[in-house]
T-cell receptor, first 114, second 117 residues
């Protein structure tokens, strides 16, 4: 069975602080894909990044960075120098070859105050 | 603005009434998904279409929920009769192909927030 755990329900920071969102996944498949989505108050989920199980390189995109560690089954997401516009719910998701469906975590609410 | 169109944005209905949601995916996207998102949780798949065919409806409560995508374009999700526990956000998503779903990120609509009283 596939499972995604986002243990942090809500994180509150002051603007310009860094914030790290944790994601721990479980799967028996050797081939799988991990995603992060952002859900602003408007409701739609916005795709941020996809990572496959064979690529453990960390990635940076502007103020966003991702740390993928297979040894700990984690795919953490860091927002550097947070801004008010980063306030949203962030979801980690997993899809595997055998399951074929996206399994979402429960999400982490990020609140950035000025 | 989301590229996947959904309506209505909000719906309040009384228990035992019928309710319907509409979704128009991104043009050319063969795969369409309906997800249910209960407050404080991640989205859960209800039904997946490939063109006009249902690929997966294993999590759809078929005694009260139905979904169709007659011409393989837009789709309707219906609940009849609605129950209090159906209160949630209903999200529609589309992708180019489900053959290798991991290569086709989901594009979501703004969702329909349903409140059953």
């Amino acid at each position: 069975a596939q499972k995604v755990t986002q243990a942090q329900t809500e994180i509150s920071v002051v603007e310009k602080e860094d914030v790290t969102l944790d994601c721990v996944y479980e799967t028996r498949d050797t081939t799988y894909y991990l995603f992060w989505y952002k859900q602003p108050p408007s409701g739609e989920l916005v795709f941020l990044i996809r990572r496959n199980s064979f690529d453990e390189q960390n990635e940076i995109s502007g103020r966003y960075s991702w740390n993928f560690q297979k040894s700990t089954s984690s795919f953490n997401f860091t927002i550097t120098a947070s801004q008010v516009v980063d306030s949203a719910v962030y979801f980690c998701a997993l899809i595997t070859d055998s399951w074929g469906k996206f399994q979402f975590g429960a999400g982490t609410q990020v609140v950035v105050t000025p | 603005e989301a590229e996947v169109a959904q309506s209505p944005r909000y719906k309040i209905t009384e228990k035992s009434q019928a309710v319907a949601f509409w979704c128009d995916p991104i043009s050319g996207h063969a795969t369409l998904y309906w997800y249910r998102q209960i407050l404080g949780q991640g989205p859960e798949l209800l039904v997946q279409f490939q063109d006009e065919s249902v690929v997966d409806d294993s999590q759809l409560p078929k005694d009260r929920f139905s979904a169709e995508r007659l011409k393989g374009v837009d789709s309707t999700l219906k609940i009849q009769p609605a129950e209090l526990g159906d209160s949630a956000m209903y999200l529609c998503a589309s992708s180019k192909s489900a053959m290798r779903a991991y290569n086709s990120p989901l594009h979501f609509g703004n969702g329909t927030r349903l409140t059953v009283t």
